[in-house]
T-cell receptor
Framework: KAGVTQTPRYLIKTRGQQVTLSCSPI?????VSWYQQTPGQGLQFLFE???????NKGNFPGRFSGRQFSNSRSEMNVSTLELGDSALYLC?????????????FGPGTRLTVT | AQSVSQHNHHVILSEAASLELGCNYS??????LFWYVQYPGQHLQLLLK??????LVKGIKGFEAEFIKSKFSFNLRKPSVQWSDTAEYFC????????????FGAGTTVTVRA
């Protein structure tokens, strides 16, 4: 079974621009979560989508948004980029939204904001 | 604020030494506990998990962890490390009191010297 895939793998953007990241979950997985990983803050939860509905949201500004499509693929958008948004953005999928469903992580998208 | 704490930021040890990484959490009620590992240049992958039952759980690659409910701890152990165990290790907790978000500790970098 193919793993979680994320595109693009690397991205360089300028302050003020916006960016869209894509995540394709493992086949059959209906839940997709997004995390921001930085050396200083570690892994921070952004949001989780399940069956096209946002189920949970972390403590990030409204510039961070996401959506999930009917095929469970998910996109994350960051508008008005700031230097502090430079990070590795990880996507994870799981079969369901309960706590006993382990998450499978993708390789991440490395975003650099200059 | 509720959180997940990993006591060691960086651990350096020699091959064949024993490893123990501490993890404490502050969420009450039912929790689901995980240890993830991130090898250099690779995805986050699950080492082991605890949902209920025997508090001593065994994972892949000879790792085990012990859940001590009274201490809110879930420490990771390996009796004899190898050079290939060099990686970053993350403790993670799902809790109903945290709206079933997966919260990560800051991570512990483990360097094993040959």
């Amino acid at each position: 079974k193919a793993g979680v895939t994320q595109t693009p793998r690397y991205l360089i953007k300028t302050r003020g621009q916006q960016v869209t990241l894509s995540c394709s979950p493992i086949s059959g997985h209906r839940s997709v979560s997004w995390y921001q990983q930085t050396p200083g803050q570690g892994l921070q939860f952004l949001f989780e989508y399940f069956s096209e509905t946002q189920r949970n949201k972390g403590n990030f500004p409204g510039r961070f948004s996401g959506r999930q499509f009917s095929n469970s693929r998910s996109e994350m958008n960051v508008s008005t980029l700031e230097l502090g948004d430079s990070a590795l953005y990880l996507c994870a999928s799981r079969t369901g939204a309960g706590g006993r469903n382990e998450q499978y992580f993708g390789p991440g998208t490395r975003l650099t904001v200059t | 604020a509720q959180s997940v704490s990993q006591h060691n930021h960086h651990v350096i040890l020699s091959e064949a030494a024993s490893l123990e990484l501490g993890c404490n959490y502050s969420y009450g009620g039912t929790v689901n506990l995980f240890w993830y590992v991130q090898y250099p240049g690779q995805h986050l992958q699950l080492l082991l998990k605890y949902f209920s039952g025997d508090p001593l759980v065994k994972g892949i690659k000879g790792f085990e962890a012990e859940f001590i409910k009274s201490k809110f701890s879930f420490n990771l152990r390996k009796p004899s490390v190898q050079w290939s165990d060099t990686a970053e290790y993350f403790c993670a907790v799902f809790s109903l009191s945290n709206d079933y978000k997966l919260s990560f500790g800051a991570g512990t970098t483990v360097t094993v010297r040959a």
